[in-house]
């Protein structure tokens, strides 16, 4: 988990991410769409490749790189707790659906009365 955090810390490697989702992607066509050298962009595809976030395979003379999102099972889980709701959160909408639930009631009382009178 701690190898997927630090290799998603950097912009760059994000950005990497999110390219590789709509499919595989050579080297080169990853570097050409930033402003840095390509071996700059070689070491943040290590540093992906190395974390489990990417597979690379060797495709003629090209190097293709696809994502494999597995990887983000782990830490997904691990913070799954710090977006759930809170439980003021769970009981304000406990109240809420009370209030609905009373309201309901009364207009359904008044309406009985109104048809009775």
Do not use: C
């Not at 630090?6 to 050409?32: K, T």
């Not at 490749?49 to 830490?75: C, H, I, K, M, P």
Request: charged fraction near 30%; avoid cysteine; hydrophobic fraction near 40%.
């Amino acid at each position: 988990m701690d190898e997927v955090a630090a290799a998603i810390a950097d912009p760059v490697r994000r950005q990497i991410l999110v390219m590789l989702r709509g499919g595989r992607l050579s080297a080169g066509q990853i570097a050409g769409r930033f402003p840095i050298s390509r071996p700059a962009v070689s070491r943040h595809l290590r540093v992906l490749r190395q974390s489990g976030l990417v597979r690379d395979e060797l495709v003629g003379r090209q190097r293709l790189y696809e994502l494999d999102a597995g990887r983000f099972t782990e830490l997904a889980a691990w913070l799954a707790p710090f977006l759930q709701p809170s439980d003021w959160e769970h009981r304000l909408d406990a109240l809420e659906t009370e209030v609905y639930r009373t309201r309901r009631e009364r207009r359904a009382a008044d309406q009985t009365k109104e048809n009775t009178a």
